[in-house]
C-alpha cells in the first residue's frame, strides 16, 4: 500500500475539503482525487462521499481510519528507525583503557559490537588514569574504562569492583593467611606501579594510615612489578583482573580489611553523547556483567 494514498484521505477526512487537503499535501486537486479514486479501487469500497460542500468519511471509511492513522504513524517509525540506524554509519568511537582491560574485556566488546554496527570504527589507546581523564577532558576520546576519581564533572558507569590483592615474594612468611592485612605494608619496601594504580592504592594506605617504604623511582608497568616482587625486591598490590591469566612465582592474597578499585566508564556527559557511543557502553555494561556475573 502506498503511504501517499492513505495520507492523502486522513488529511482530506480531517480538513473536509479536496481542496484544502491539496495545500496542506502541497499537492493539485486533481492529483488528490486521481489519489483517492485509485485508493478506493485498490479497497473494493468507497472511503469518501463527495458534494459541493466537501467531502466526508462513508461509514467503511469511518472504520478504516483508525487503522490508516495507525499505518502512517508506523511509517513514520520505520523511517525514524532507518534514518538513526544511517546515522550510525561511518561513525568512530574513541576509548581509553587501562591495558588489563585492553587485554580481557574490549576485545570481547569490540568483536560483539562490530557484528551488530560493522561500519563503526573502534579506536583504541592505552594510558594511565591521569592521561584518560586529560584526554576525555581534551575531547580526544568519547569514553574511558578507568577506575573512579575525584576529576570534575562528568558521568559514570559502573561495571565492576576490582578487588586488590597483596604481592608478596614466595619466601614472604605468609604460614596459613587467607588475606593479608593491609597495617602489614607499613614500613616495608613498596613497588608502586604505574598506569592508574597508584592512586587507587594510595587512598588504601590513606584510608587506614599506613606507611610504607615507596620506592618512587620504581612506578613501572604490572608485568614489570610482578617479577620485581619475584626477585626479593619489595611487595606490592595489584588487581584480579590485571593478575588474570599470568603465571606467578609470587603470593597473591586479597586484602584485609578488602578493598578494590571502581572500574567503570567516565564519559563527558551521557545525556549529550552521540547514539553510537551510548551503544557502545549498554555492549560493555552487558558484556562486563557476563564476564564477570555476581
Known amino acids: 500500500m502506498e503511504t501517499k494514498k492513505w495520507e492523502a484521505l486522513v488529511t482530506a477526512a480531517e480538513l473536509g475539503s479536496f481542496t484544502r487537503a491539496a495545500q496542506r499535501l502541497n499537492a493539485t486537486q486533481s492529483g488528490l482525487t486521481h489519489m483517492m479514486n485509485s485508493l478506493e479501487k485498490e479497497v473494493g469500497f468507497p472511503l469518501l462521499l463527495r458534494n459541493r460542500y466537501g467531502v466526508r468519511l462513508t461509514v467503511a471509511g469511518e472504520r478504516v481510519l483508525p487503522a490508516a492513522r495507525e499505518f502512517l504513524q508506523a511509517g513514520q517509525r520505520l523511517e525514524s528507525a ?18 588489563s582491560i585492553c587485554m ?73 593467611l587467607q588475606r593479608f592485612p593491609v597495617s602489614e605494608f607499613g614500613g616495608k619496601e613498596f613497588l608502586m606501579p604505574s598506569l592508574g594504580f ?22 613501572v608497568e604490572d608485568a614489570a612489578i610482578v617479577s620485581m616482587v619475584e626477585h626479593g625486591l619489595g611487595v606490592s598490590i595489584l588487581s584480579e583482573l590485571v593478575l588474570k591469566g599470568r603465571r606467578m612465582n609470587v603470593h597473591a592474597l586479597p586484602l584485609d580489611p578488602p578493598a578494590c578499585r571502581h572500574i567503570g566508564i567516565a564519559v563527558q556527559s551521557l545525556e549529550e553523547a552521540t547514539p553510537i557511543v551510548r551503544q557502545f557502553i549498554a555492549y560493555s555494561k552487558r558484556i562486563v556483567g557476563e564476564l564477570h556475573p555476581t
Open 82 to 99: 532507518i534514518a538513526a540506524q544511517t546515522s550510525l554509519k561511518r561513525e568512530n568511537i574513541r576509548v581509553a583503557a587501562y591495558s
Open 198 to 219: 597508584d592512586q587507587d592504592i594510595l587512598s588504601v594506605f590513606e584510608a587506614y594510615h599506613v606507611y610504607p617504604d615507596i620506592r618512587n623511582n620504581t612506578s
Open 104 to 176: 580481557h574485556w574490549l576485545p570481547t566488546i569490540v568483536q560483539q559490537f562490530r557484528w551488530d554496527f560493522p561500519d563503526v570504527s573502534v579506536d583504541i589507546r592505552m594510558g594511565s588514569v591521569d592521561e584518560m581523564y586529560q584526554w576525555m577532558q581534551e575531547d580526544k576520546v568519547d569514553l574511558s574504562f578507568a577506575s573512579r576519581q575525584d576529576r570534575g564533572q562528568y558521568s559514570w558507569v559502573p561495571l565492576w569492583d576490582d578487588p586488590l590483592l597483596a604481592i608478596l615474594p614466595v619466601e614472604y612468611p605468609v604460614e596459613n
